[in-house]
């Protein structure tokens, strides 16, 4: 997505609703992880700043992608007021969770695997 995507009503739009899905579905797994106090605000703003952090640290070169889990691990660990283990088991079931809806759903709409790996280098490309 470029920036001036980002800007439209349409793209506005699509920020919003991907971050409310992903906050779904890491509230689903800090449920599952058994973190006491979990609500979805909770899950909404580890998600809004995990997705800053990630942003952020992806622009380091080579092991940006890992900074930026690790931060968005930490965040989850700071936002829940979890121990280091929950907090990556919540990341992980959500992140599990939303491979496996989007791969529903790109079986549904009959969108390929080969048209997201499309769709992620120009993604990189835009980045670079």
């Known amino acids: 997505m470029s920036l001036a995507y980002l800007l439209t009503g349409y793209g506005i739009l ?27 605000l909770k899950a909404l703003l ?3 700043l995990g997705t800053i952090a990630m942003g952020i ?12 889990l690790a931060a968005y691990i930490a965040i989850i660990k700071y ?8 907090a990556i088991i919540a990341w992980l079931i959500s992140f599990v969770a939303a491979i496996i809806v989007g791969v529903i ?5 009959g969108i390929s695997i080969a048209s997201m790996a499309h769709t992620k280098a120009a993604l990189l490309y835009l980045l670079a």
Do not use: E, H, M
Request: glycine content about 10%.
């Open 14 to 40: 699509v920020l919003l609703v991907s971050l409310l899905v992903a906050a779904l579905f890491l509230w689903i797994g800090a449920k599952i992880a058994q973190i006491g106090g979990t609500t979805f």
């Open 57 to 68: 640290l992806a622009l380091v070169p080579i092991v940006g992608w890992l900074l930026g």
């Open 79 to 86: 936002v829940f007021n979890t121990d280091w283990v929950k």
């Open 46 to 48: 580890a998600v809004f």
């Open 105 to 109: 759903l790109g079986a549904i709409l």
